[in-house]
């Protein structure tokens, strides 16, 4: 459903499609949009898409469009097995602004993120993507998570090749994503998957060092932490000319179950020194060199207290 903004044309133009992945009817959803009413310039040019797979009553997008303080809300329905890659390219599909902002309904905006994004691809017309600082808000307070400003390097290529450090709420052109393959579901990091895409058809990358966005966090679930290792060498695999020959290698070896290739660390791929160091200490606990080793330093141990 379309609901034209009060005072606005529909003849004019959308600048900026925010789409929402909110296919279990998160209860943040209307605290997101409050965010997106509370900006200080360019919400006449914001059109909202949330996805949903038909948990959501028919009168929903009239109650987002009041929070939001916005008419243009659209409810983009898809059915409840549908993939979410799927969902997200066919939300995609379904919207008209020029810039692209991925959201979930745990994020928030800051009151001058559209104004800084509308600025940034205006003043820079070669930047592709931005991303910028959050805030991080932990959920599950005392049990090791840590509210706080984090503050994001600028871009590199060695650091999207090991982890997704982009935070959340990046925007991207849409001519960007039409030079990309968009959303896969042979890996639930997707949104990993994305930039890595536009990182090997050359795009830009503009890094704002302000946090603009913030988002809950909360300790990982075991599940997702058992099905990690296999998500990175579904990514890897995905984009092989983006990562060296060396962590290709160590991606095939690790779906076809090679001993060598360990999953490494949470949500890190291992580099080409850190999957030949993975290698080589598999040969040596092979050879029996490690046994060897601990052997030798204890004799050195109990050599060193004697004297």
């Known amino acids: 459903m379309f609901i034209p903004r009060k005072g606005s044309s529909m003849g004019v133009r959308t600048h900026i499609s925010i789409i929402v992945s909110d296919q279990e009817a998160h209860t943040s959803l209307p605290r997101m949009l409050q965010s997106v009413a509370r900006q200080s310039t360019g919400l006449d040019a914001v059109e909202i898409l949330v996805i949903g797979t038909g948990s959501h009553a028919s009168d929903a997008p009239q109650a987002w469009a009041a929070i939001a303080d916005t008419g243009a809300v659209r409810l983009v329905e898809s059915l409840p097995d549908t993939p979410a890659g799927e ?27 559209l104004t800084t994004a509308l600025s940034v691809f205006s003043e820079f017309p070669k930047a592709d993507v931005m991303y910028a600082d959050y805030i991080r808000i932990a959920r599950d307070k005392g049990q090791g998570m840590r509210s706080g400003l984090v503050q994001l390097p600028d871009f590199d290529d060695t650091l999207l090749q090991t982890t997704n450090f982009l935070g959340p709420a990046v925007m991207l052109r849409r001519r960007t994503w039409e030079r990309i393959h968009g959303f896969r579901d042979n890996t639930t990091y997707r949104f ?5 895409q536009a990182a090997t058809a050359g795009c830009s990358f503009f890094h704002v060092n302000y946090p603009l966005a913030s988002c809950e966090v909360s300790n990982i679930p075991f599940r997702e932490r058992a099905e990690d290792g296999r998500r990175k060498a579904m990514l890897v695999i995905n984009n092989q000319a983006y990562f060296h020959m060396h962590t290709l290698r160590w991606a095939i070896a ?15 791929i291992p580099d080409s020194i850190e999957v030949t160091r993975m290698m080589h200490e598999h040969v040596m606990r092979s050879m029996g060199t490690d046994t060897l080793l601990r052997k030798a330093i204890r004799q050195f141990d109990r050599a060193t207290r004697q004297a």
């Not at 745990?106 to 009151?111: E, P, Q, T």
């Not at 990993?192 to 890595?196: Q, R, S």
């Not at 690790?254 to 890190?268: H, K, S, V």
């Open 87 to 113: 969902a997200l390219n066919r939300a995609v599909e379904c919207s008209s602004g020029r810039l692209l902002l991925f959201m979930r309904p745990d994020y928030r905006m800051d009151a001058k993120f």
């Open 254 to 268: 690790y779906l076809r179950g090679d001993a060598w290739a360990q999953a490494f660390g949470f949500m890190t």
């Open 192 to 196: 990993w998957d994305l930039w890595v």
